[in-house]
């Protein structure tokens, strides 16, 4: 199993161009289609040539009733046309440019009877403003790439792990709907968990634990065991600990988790630096306590905020050392909730 060395190499050498395989974009984005009817979709870090953030949309823009797609790539990626050659410029696999995709119907271009993705293809083909040069480098924070975001509705994509939490704060501030993939370390950010306490921001459905296979780059350089290389050439590489991070809303995030354990001394003990009992799994949270309680964060895949309340963690709290300790001795990470419906003393 991958560990989270992959990621810290990412962040620390810039090698976070991991693509998302069409099968985990299709698990989560079937729990939002009502979501997409008549909307603008952008994908703003998404080479159009091989994202499987824009195949999904472009082979489902009718299914999804769709308005727009629109999807950007900078002129640094290091995929173009390896799989899916959508128009014919020879210097496409020379030179890198920044490219905008932007469809507002998808037909049935070559008279089979079926839409799929052959149509998209043959639609770019020969419609030449459907796919254009950006002037820019493509960058999701440049003029250009803002000016599209603003038309749009929502932004799905797979953002730079480096660039997290530049990324979501650019989403915020132009009050984006969004259902983006990042690492579940970003929960802790201090950028990021103010948002997910305020309700404005949650976990996503379907990758809860375990990690994800990704395609990287040909020329991606790892020591990971998870390596694997097909018989194209095309690497991929297993990564733990990724979640969707969403402000779109779906109905298992309001499901009451059923708590079955009764409250002990012995079994939750309290913390020496903070008034919270601690509770080392989520499934174990007592059904007759009322108080303060620490839970891991990888609560958040089950929270219900009609149900439990998040009143911080250890840094926005102001727990002394930055960290819950029971018996002297350092507890993990934490988040502090409390049930909804009782006061601030316990009933």
Known sequence: ??????????????????????????????????????????????????????????????????KKLLATCYDGSPIAGDELPLFEVEETQTEKKAYKIEITEVTDENGDGAIDLADVELLIKNHKNTLTTLNGNGDFRSAECIELLQQADIVVTNPPFSLFREYVAQLVQYDKKFLIIGNKNAITYKEIFPLIKENRLWIGLTIRSGDREFRVPKDYTTHSASLRIDDKGNKYIRVPGVHWFTNIDYPQRHEELVLYKRYTPEEYPRYDNYDAINVDKTTDIPYDYDGIMGVPITFLDKYNPEQFEILGNEYDLNISKGRGYINGKRMYSRIFIRKKGVNKNGY
């Open 1 to 66: 199993m991958a560990d989270n060395r992959n990621l810290q190499n990412a962040n620390k050498n810039k090698q976070d161009e991991f693509y998302t395989q069409l099968v985990d974009i299709e698990k989560e984005l079937r729990h939002y289609k009502d979501h997409f009817k008549n909307k603008t979709v952008f994908c703003n870090c998404d080479d159009p040539f091989e994202s499987n953030f824009f195949k999904y949309f472009a082979m489902n823009f009718n299914f999804l009733g769709l």
